[in-house]
């Protein structure tokens, strides 16, 4: 039996497609990897008329932008999981395990600065600093007005840019603090300070299963991945491909052999 997992058209996704694909042939099932149009509900569509078996999503991703659930003022991981797999099962779609890594949005500044190691201490600083996000992220209501909200602090500017921007601003200290990805390879190549979000005010992107119908056997195999990738795991193999230019299906082929 070959089983069919979709992955979103980015790197990180055909990593990690197949990663689950190498254990799932390790276990006696051969797999093909199908990419995705880059269209948010597209592996819904291809889940729902069974031209995938799973797929991998992620909960910020499911909760604000598939399923268009209420904003939380504080977001709690559990509740987040609980919601997305109560309204899925409305579709007839089953959510399953947690990967173990999360691909959140979080506060990055080029070095450690006195008194600053979570977002909180920006309060009496902010000010005083240059912030830097794409702009669909200064208007989105879990974006930058969260943060501002959830922290009373208002950035003395605004500079809206493509992340390739961002990073090359902050790298020349054109701005103070950049929105990230916690997975993006630039946080291990710059060697960036990351701001703990204390008081939860970003959506958890924790990567998880989505699937249809799928067999207990494969289910059970699949259950055997459950945590065991972290988000540090997935930052340095975004790394490996991004500045190493190592092919997906060997950093893959690597973390299987060495972690599974």
């Known amino acids: 039996m070959k089983v069919k997992i979709g992955i979103k058209p ?19 099932y051969d797999y093909e990897i199908i990419e995705s149009e880059p269209k948010l509900e597209a592996n819904i569509n291809a889940l729902k008329n069974g031209l995938i078996d ?23 991981e559990d509740e987040v999981f609980e919601d997305i797999e109560k309204e899925f099962k409305k579709l007839d779609l089953k959510v399953f395990i947690k990967l173990g890594y ?3 949005f ?29 702009k669909p992220y200064i208007e989105r209501q879990d974006g930058l007005s969260a943060i501002e909200s959830a922290y009373n602090i208002k950035f003395e500017k605004i500079v809206s840019n493509m992340p390739d921007g961002m990073y090359e601003d902050l790298e020349n200290e054109r701005v103070d603090i ?7 390879s630039r946080i291990e190549k710059n060697n960036l300070y990351l701001l ?34 972290s988000s540090e ?26 972690n599974l």
Request: aromatic share 12%; with cysteine; hydrophobic share 40%.
């Open 233 to 258: 795991n997935m930052r340095e193999m975004n790394y490996e491909f991004d500045f190493n230019k190592i092919e997906p299906e060997k950093i893959a082929k690597i973390f299987v052999e060495n």
């Open 54 to 76: 799973f797929y991998i999503e992620y909960s910020g991703t499911a909760y604000n932008a598939i399923l268009n659930l209420p904003i939380y003022k504080v977001w709690k």
């Open 106 to 134: 979080i506060l990055a500044m080029k070095n450690k600065k006195e008194g600053i190691k979570k977002i909180s201490d920006l309060k009496d600083k902010a000010d005083n600093m240059i912030f830097s996000c794409p």
């Open 196 to 229: 703990e979000d204390d008081k939860r005010a970003l959506p958890p992107y924790e990567a998880f299963i989505l699937h249809k119908s799928l067999n207990t056997d494969i289910l059970n195999i699949l259950k055997r991945l459950e945590n065991k990738i």
């Open 102 to 104: 999360k691909n959140d």
């Open 178 to 184: 950049i929105t990230a990805f916690l997975t993006d």
């Open 10 to 28: 980015f790197n990180e996704q055909r990593i990690l497609g197949n990663i689950i694909g190498i254990f799932l042939r390790n276990n006696g």
